[in-house]
């Protein structure tokens, strides 16, 4: 063999694994922003890769997920979106209602998938719900919306209430919409409400102890991502100290709260997945209607409500999703 041929032999062999290792195309990456903790928010976590996955993307293998966690201090959301941005993520996914405007803020150009407890046209995420036009879409569970039906329920259970503890975030965004709401059906229901705050652990702690002497008859624990994140020491805290309370979601009740009245947030977060590998494969947010939870989950803690002498009524029994003894 000549040597030109034998160097253009060599050449070609070693050009031909650089030259494929070039044309490989590049993972995706997605941007995860959460306002809560991620270690105390697993499930949710899980919910959204189980709708990635619907749509052949899996974490890995096709897709790369920066995550990003303000772990409650809402005032971090917005340096970390930012910083989504600067490491040009492909989709932004914005968990939680404290997370949608930050993102919003961050970007007019790359896709946002956001979750929210609350009404996004009234929150100001997007116009409409049908055509959410611009780069946002997602799925709401309309939680704070049904925070005056929680409070109906646990009057239902507990007859004798006229005092009603309501606690909120002062740091949260649901702040304005969970005192009109809850305060507007204590006042239908003929009841008045104690305010209390807590938007730390340390805090959460102190308004337990509290309860003793402010002699609330129950609890209506206000919608927000930072006590979405603390529902299992919200739930054990209200078992501990003998307190009739409701709130969202079923970890809560679980971890021993008497019940839970909220939109199926799992199946929001497994929807926010789906659309997220949709507009990865070229889908614009614009043409995907913003998803509302079409069906509320109910979850009773009939170990909890015996321990706390109350009888719960067939009626609401033969509702419940999940009964837990």
Not at 270 to 286: D, F, S
Request: proline share 5%; net charge positive.
């Amino acid at each position: 063999m000549k040597r030109r041929e034998c160097l253009t032999i060599l050449g070609s062999a070693v050009a031909w694994p650089l030259a494929a290792h070039a044309q490989q195309p590049t993972m995706s990456v997605i941007g995860f922003l959460n306002g809560a903790s991620y270690e105390l928010s697993r499930h949710l976590v899980q919910a959204f890769h189980q709708g990635l996955g619907e749509t052949g993307y899996v974490e890995g293998r096709n897709v790369t997920v920066e995550y990003r966690s303000a772990e409650g201090k809402y005032d971090r959301l917005p340096s970390l979106a930012v910083d989504l941005v600067r490491h040009k993520v492909d989709v932004i996914v914005a968990t939680g209602t404290p997370t949608g405007l930050p993102a919003k803020a961050a970007t007019t150009t790359i896709p946002i998938v956001f979750v929210t407890g609350s009404d996004p046209v009234e929150q100001g995420l997007v116009t409409n719900l049908a055509h959410p036009e611009g780069n946002l879409t997602g799925a709401t569970t309309l939680a704070v919306q049904l925070g005056q039906k929680r409070l109906e329920l646990l009057r239902e259970l507990v007859p004798s209430l006229s005092v009603v503890g309501v606690l909120i975030n002062p740091r949260g965004p649901n702040l304005q919409s969970v005192m009109r709401d809850v305060q507007a059906a204590a006042r239908t229901l003929g009841l008045r409400t104690h305010i209390l705050h807590a938007s730390t652990e340390p805090e959460i702690d102190k308004v337990f102890v509290a309860l003793g002497q402010v002699r609330v008859g129950g609890l209506v624990i206000g919608t927000d991502t930072f006590f979405n994140s603390q529902s299992a020491k919200l739930g054990t805290l209200t078992r501990r100290h003998a307190v009739p309370a409701v709130y969202q979601y079923r970890e809560f009740v679980a971890a021993g709260g008497l019940m839970s009245y909220a939109g199926a947030i799992e199946d929001a977060y497994r929807m926010v997945g789906v659309y997220t590998g949709r507009i990865l494969k070229g889908e614009k947010p614009a043409n995907l209607p913003v998803q509302q939870s079409a069906k509320a989950e109910l979850f009773i803690n009939l170990t909890t409500a015996k321990t706390l002498g109350i009888t719960i009524p067939q009626s609401i029994l033969v509702r419940a999703d999940e009964v837990i003894e």
